[in-house]
């Protein structure tokens, strides 16, 4: 019998699937269809499955096949469910997990709340430069805090790569409608991002207080994006130095939640350092014959919930007063 999760970060919901403990690991097209199904129609659905590998390196190996079956080099909010996975699979709180472009240093942090256990990720390698987004626009090398009529009238963008690509606006208050159409047009096909891209509104809230929504790339409009939360942070400190006390760290809110990020600004921009910090819940532990994963059969799943959920509504309700 094989066994995989289901878990959120801020309510961006995913299956966690340990490969290393399978008799045979799923091919690459097994793991595309099987995000697809898991995602579309497991347990009401999630934003994506995070797949264990091992790892030379590191303690384990972290993939993220987004909804769509596409794979995503990065994922803020998965990579803290997946710390809290490996350190409890080997009772270390300090160590490093492998993602698609570097090596990244994770630690448990002090719970959240009561029952909400949290971790603190690294999110890195940091890039402006169009060439790794990829963006096209004009003849501009990096977009940072430009007006693009074609995107919205009047609205600045600023686009970076934390490896994957998010591009960020801040606004006066997020209209869900303009930042889906925005989505939807910039993960089409488009002339702008040929492969697609994170879109994410904030709002400035106070000194350090800023609200995230995101549109993302192979999912659609998400509770919460951890690396579009980090990315929006970076923004927000080099954009709006007046609202920004680098010794403190910024706290985020988002529809799912709220998470804590720690921006450290290196005069060249792509050295500054960012951390994502928030929680890693667990909601069901879910059994299933290996042979079904292979086959994308989850008729015949066995699903325990855990009690997680109550503790993290608690802390959602408490953030909210
Ligand atoms: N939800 C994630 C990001 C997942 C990847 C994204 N959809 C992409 O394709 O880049 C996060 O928490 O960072």
Redesign the pocket.
């Known amino acids: 019998m094989a066994k995989f999760l289901k878990v959120h970060?801020?309510e961006?919901k995913?299956f966690i699937l340990d490969q290393t403990l399978l008799k045979k690991t799923l091919t690459d097209d097994e793991l595309k269809r099987l995000a697809i199904n898991l995602c579309e129609n497991t347990l009401n659905g999630a934003?994506?499955l995070l797949v264990i590998d091992v790892s030379e390196n590191c303690l384990g190996k972290m993939r993220?096949i987004?909804?769509d079956g596409?794979?995503?080099?990065?994922?803020?909010?998965?990579?803290r469910t997946v710390s809290r996975y490996l350190s409890e699979k080997y009772q270390l709180n300090e160590f490093k997990v492998e993602t698609m472009e570097s090596d990244l240093a994770v630690s448990k942090a002090p719970d959240f709340y009561e029952g909400v256990p949290a971790f603190s990720v690294e999110?890195s390698p940091i890039s402006f430069k169009k060439d790794d987004l990829p963006f096209s626009y004009k003849n501009m090398k990096e977009m940072i805090n430009q007006l693009v009529p074609e995107f919205l009238p009047d609205q600045s963008f600023s686009a970076v790569a934390?490896p994957?690509?998010?591009l960020i606006s801040f606004v006066p208050e997020v209209s869900k409608l303009e930042l889906g159409d925005l989505g939807q047009k910039l993960n089409g096909k488009n002339e702008y991002f040929p492969e697609?891209?994170?879109v994410s509104f904030s709002q400035i809230l106070d000194t350090n207080k800023i609200f995230v929504q995101?549109y993302?790339?192979?999912?659609g409009f998400?509770n919460?994006?951890?690396?579009?939360?980090?990315a929006t942070s970076l923004i927000f400190a080099l954009l709006h130095p007046d609202k920004f006390d680098p010794t403190k760290e910024i706290t985020v809110y988002n529809p799912g939640g709220m998470v804590k990020t720690k921006v450290t600004l290196n005069s060249d921009k792509e050295l500054s350092k960012l951390r994502?910090i928030g929680n890693a819940t667990f909601t069901h532990e879910i059994d299933i014959e290996e042979t079904d994963l292979h086959n994308n059969n989850l008729r015949n799943i066995n699903v325990v919930e855990t009690n997680e959920e109550n503790d993290y509504k608690a802390f959602v309700t408490y953030i909210s007063k």
């Open positions: 970060g801020s961006n995913f934003d994506g993220v987004n909804a596409s794979e995503a080099k990065m994922c803020g909010n998965g990579l999110i934390v994957n690509p998010h697609g891209v994170n995101t993302e790339r192979g999912v998400t919460a994006c951890g690396t579009g939360m980090s994502l």
